[in-house]
């Protein structure tokens, strides 16, 4: 098998449907390939549409909620490819990005990672590749030199870069497996920096490839409906960095990001349209990220209902049953 396009979904159906869809009309033609959707306890159908519109793809239903890499890790070990098109269901590639990307593999074999160039929703670039997060790119977000200093996704030819993000991410099968996938201890956030990092130390290369596109819808990022993301973008950025970087480095990374935050609801606080509590939120969690409940605390008590849901389910049946045989079993 030469590529196996691996899907999570969390409740995204339609968006689902549409990656799906993205994947059928965009294969390029005498690749042997396998689709698998990984479907996370949804409740909104998604399984059976996937079922009744894609008979194709392998559905892995999950009956608890689990974290990104949890996710991406079981695919990687179910794929049978040799490279594997990491997907998220809010992705859409464009007609030439899966030829694009593999021929950027295959040309590289000292690479273990190749991904797109992110669209918004109207034809616009987006920032999807950067330099691995240091005190030196935290310095940089603080003096306003991001985009410059640490944003490394643009140009028009393939490039190695740091890290890129995960939503359209072709991965080379043996280097996923030789540095253990994605590490679980990251719910979401931060997840597939840590993997990149640890693909990079062990000699592999990641390269950006903007020949190959890929629409994203970004639920997360423009999801602001509350606190818990913005607890768990800033848990992981905090894990990441504590596993790779001294204390005293992390430490002074969490007032930087703190401060470059802060400014930004100040001056929210002067300009139309935007909320400066959003940013005030950013940076509290910023300074102290082990404070507030995340999307893995709301993973959990899901995860919870489900399971009460299916306690009660069972009692309720066998209720039922006790109540219909009683009759024949009770003394009149």
Not at 66 to 83: I, K, Q, T
Not at 132 to 139: K, R, V
Request: net charge neutral; charged share 25%.
């Amino acid at each position: 098998m030469e590529l196996s396009y691996c899907v999570v979904n969390t409740n995204g159906r339609e968006l689902l449907l549409s990656c799906l869809r993205s994947i059928r009309d965009t294969h390029p033609g005498g690749v042997e390939h396998e689709v698998l959707v990984l479907d996370n306890a949804s409740d909104d159908g998604s399984v059976e549409a996937v079922r009744e519109a894609f008979p194709e793809a392998r559905v892995i239903a999950r009956d608890r909620r689990a974290g990104l890499a949890e996710n991406n890790s079981l695919l990687l070990r179910e794929a049978r490819g040799r490279y594997c098109l990491l997907l998220n269901e809010d992705s859409e590639l464009l007609p030439g990005a899966s030829e694009a990307l593999l021929e950027a593999l295959r040309k590289d074999p000292e690479a273990g990672v190749a991904a797109a160039r992110l669209l918004d929703p109207e034809g616009n670039s987006i920032p999807c590749a950067w330099r691995f997060p240091g005190l030196g790119t935290a310095l940089a977000q603080a003096l306003f030199l991001h985009r410059r200093l640490v944003t490394q996704s643009g140009g028009g030819e393939t490039r190695e870069v740091g890290w890129v993000q995960s939503c359209t991410m072709l991965v080379r099968s043996e280097a996923a497996e030789g540095v253990g996938y994605l590490d679980p201890d990251f719910f979401v956030y931060s997840e597939e920096v840590d993997f990149q990092r640890r693909l990079h130390g062990a000699g592999w290369r990641i390269l950006h490839v903007p020949n190959a596109r890929a629409i994203h819808h970004e639920q997360l990022a423009t999801d602001r409906s509350g606190a818990r993301r913005v607890v768990q973008f800033h848990r992981g950025r905090d894990m990441y960095m504590r596993k790779h970087h001294s204390w005293p480095v992390v430490m002074l990374a969490r007032v930087l990001w703190a401060w470059s935050y802060l400014v930004r609801a100040i001056a929210a606080t002067f300009m139309r349209g935007h909320d400066s509590r959003w940013y005030a939120l950013h940076a509290r969690r910023a300074l102290r990220p082990g404070i507030g409940e995340g999307m893995r605390e709301s993973a959990e008590a899901y995860n919870l209902r489900l399971a009460a849901a299916r306690a009660g389910g069972r009692d309720g049946a066998h209720s039922d049953a006790l109540a219909s045989e009683s009759p024949a079993h009770t003394p009149r």
